[in-house]
């Protein structure tokens, strides 16, 4: 791409990270590893990362999206250690912190993430990646990186204007008319995902 990767140097003590664990966790279905890196798409953007202890190595395409996007998506600016302490409150929790350490939450975006767990109803995460990835190769737009072939997540209004069979075709099964009733329901402004995270918790639920 004529482009230099960049890098973002980690302290292990106030930041842990680990990108396996991050990426290969069933939280997110978009994400390939290609070698020692994982490849991905993100608000329209192929992302490649990849980890030297806790050195993170990155670009992106079509344009450099800078350290505060890396930053965001894998909420490096989470306190993680403070969580990871008000949660640790039994055997099987401190296990888990153990074996899954850096572990972090992915900051989705909520409609790419809402569509995602409605085709994760009762699958397999290979199944999912494949749903997923129809959705994509059917609505969304292509995107190339180092001759390899993404697609950018749809539109709300190309999946409310989907009719069920273009679902169907995508392999949603009997997912496909909760598909198109949520992209509808967003697309009237009868939910408001991004409105969300400005209720309490009590209040979002």
């Not at 572990?103 to 409609?111: C, S």
């Not at 809402?114 to 199944?127: D, H, K, Q, V, Y």
């Not at 190769?137 to 069979?165: C, M, R, V, W």
């Amino acid at each position: 791409m004529g482009r230099k990767a960049l890098e973002l140097e980690l302290n292990p003590r106030t930041t842990p990270f680990t990108l396996d664990h991050t990426l290969h966790c069933g939280q997110a279905f978009r994400w390939k590893k290609v070698g020692e890196n994982w490849v991905g798409v993100v608000d329209e953007t192929v992302v490649r990362i990849s980890q030297r202890e806790n050195v993170v190595d990155y670009e992106t395409v079509p344009k450099d999206r800078g350290e505060a996007f890396i930053t965001k998506y894998f909420r490096l600016d989470d306190d993680l250690p403070y969580i990871t302490s008000q949660i640790n409150r039994d055997s099987i929790i401190a296990d888990a912190l153990t074996r899954f350490h850096g572990l972090r939450i992915l900051r989705q975006d909520p409609w790419e993430c809402l569509i995602s767990f409605i085709c994760a109803t009762f699958s397999t995460i290979s199944r999912i990646r494949r749903m997923v990835q129809n959705l994509c190769q059917h609505f969304g737009h292509p995107l190339t990186y180092k001759g390899l072939q993404f697609y950018s997540f749809p539109e709300k209004t190309a999946l409310a204007d989907a009719s069920i069979n273009e679902l169907l075709d995508c392999n949603l099964g009997y997912r496909a008319p909760y598909v198109k009733q949520a992209s509808q329901s967003l697309m009237e402004d009868k939910l408001n995902l991004y409105a969300l995270k400005e209720r309490s918790y009590e209040e979002a639920k």
